[in-house]
């Protein structure tokens, strides 16, 4: 047998293996076909036939480390050749030391973690503490969110992927977070639209009784849903009525947390603090699985006295802990936050302004970071959206082509409904990025011509 013979044969058995046993998320199963992927290096992925891609979604934006890292990978082999797993209840060195590390970031008042095994159960169990610290049941959840998978998660997740779960958790209201380029209050700036939103929030708290409600949930930036920047002074309101109205403020910062944006912590660009916040993915690159939620001690010290009724068999699995102290030390010893902060202005920023005047198909870009959105238009006078909300199937063509042109040119890239993300692993290069900008920029062609078969397409500026 031929190496090339040897290698189609491991891609059809890795095909074949899939498509009968695998059940795949999210997914119609006998409308997929699944890439089998040979390998990782940092910012890239192949496949069996030896293309390359380069990672624009860091996989579910959980790669910020990229793929195959050698400290991490090594950590983990270190932890397994020491003590591959031990129970939650007892003392371990590599959780405590994670929980110490992650503390020290998050500032004060924060005191504590409680380890989960991803975002939707450090959501999930947020929200416990939040209800039981306050007595009070209620969750306000913004439309345009996704918190998770898991029964009161997914009720707050204010997208789609609810609407097959209902009725879910009945304690859950939504509220319209900000979003100034389709403004849900007729905003006609990013002023107006955050103290609108403010109001609104304010509104929405009285009318469903301050009495009621234990906890306001916010992704800090808004993700999957449009990487949707709260506008200054939005946050520290939300902060200012949770306070006036005693409400848990909880900031989900699973895809947000632990450099994405430049920060350990996205709302530490907002001179805002949460009192609970819930972190995932970045925390060790989802080398193996982890979450949780970071405690403030006010809340903390309400479980003093009293046990807190939840657990997990892998909370804090010394694997997980092992590559998450490993993440600390390799943001620390490469500057992983300034060269995100350095990438995100100097390169992602100005090549994108640069769309809005080539691209008639391109909308708005908005980002910060190593986390940006491409919103894409029929028309940019309307602003109506290149696809329908939630379109599928040959509603969402011009969007499937616009993701396969861009794997044509050598990218993987993310895209959500009308939106395409640019989201790379924390470690790329500057090379690399520009290179994936630009098969980028060549792949937005597809979308400018959706765009222009549209005959209400006015205007390109
Ligand atoms: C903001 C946010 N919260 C929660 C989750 C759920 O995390 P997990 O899939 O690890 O349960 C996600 C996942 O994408 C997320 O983006």
Redesign the pocket.
Known sequence: MTAHEATSDAEARVRADDRAHVFHSWSAQAHIDPLPVAGGLGAEFWDYQGNRYLDFSSQ???LNLGHQQPDLVAAIQEQAGKLATIQPSVANDVRGELARLIVGVAGEPFTKVFFT???????ENAVRMARLATGKRKVLAAYR??????TT?MSMTGDPRRWANEPGDPSVVHFFGPYAYRSAFHASDEAEEGARALEHLEQTIILEGASTIGAIVL?TI???NGVLIPPPGYLAGVRALCDKYNIVFIA?????GFGRVGEWFAFQAHEVVPDLI?F??GINSGYV?L?GVVISDRIASTFDDRAFPGGLTYSGHPLACAAGVATFEVFERDGILAHVRDLGERVVRPVLEGWLETHPSVGEIRGTGLFWAVELVRDRTTREPLVPYNASGADAAPMTALAAAAKRGGVWPFIHFNRMHVAPPLVITEDELRGGLDALDTALEVADHAALANPGLRSKS
């Open positions: 579910l934006v959980n095994n991803g975002g939707a159960d450090a959501n969110s996704y918190h998770g998978n898991t998660a992704e808004v993700g999957t989900d910062e699973v895809m947000v819930t995932a993915k699985p979450g």
